[in-house]
């Protein structure tokens, strides 16, 4: 079992940034992929952004060039660092894991506010 705890998350101003960070308990190499998702009320969870095991990035539309997804190995944790935030990038940010048996692990989610 694969357990997942974000932080990071909070209040900031359009055009702030913030770094958010998840705590993986196993090993980050050993999973297939990591990624960020966000969900807003009434919405599906989108990606913000993923990596693979071997290191390729992807970002949604919305993000590239203001996020950067990377992976703390020291920490074991996966880190979103994003910037140039805007109201829109308001969200519950969750982390995820998925394994190369097809299982895929969530964290329990952490807030982002980004006041205009």
């Known amino acids: 079992q694969v357990q997942l705890v974000e932080s990071g998350g909070g209040l900031v101003q359009t055009g702030g940034s913030l770094r958010l960070s998840c705590a993986v308990s196993g090993r980050i190499f050993s999973f297939r992929s990591m990624g960020w998702y966000r969900q807003t009320p009434g919405n599906q969870r989108e990606l913000v952004a993923d990596i693979t095991s071997g290191g390729s990035t992807n970002y949604g539309d919305s993000v590239k060039g203001r996020f950067f997804i990377s992976r703390d190995n020291g920490k074991n944790a996966l880190v979103l660092q994003m910037n140039g935030l805007k109201p829109e990038d308001t969200a519950i940010y969750y982390c995820?894991?998925?394994?190369?048996?097809?299982?895929?692990?969530w964290g329990q989610g952490t807030q982002v506010t980004v006041s205009s």
């Open positions: 995820n894991v998925n394994t190369w048996s097809g299982s895929a692990f």
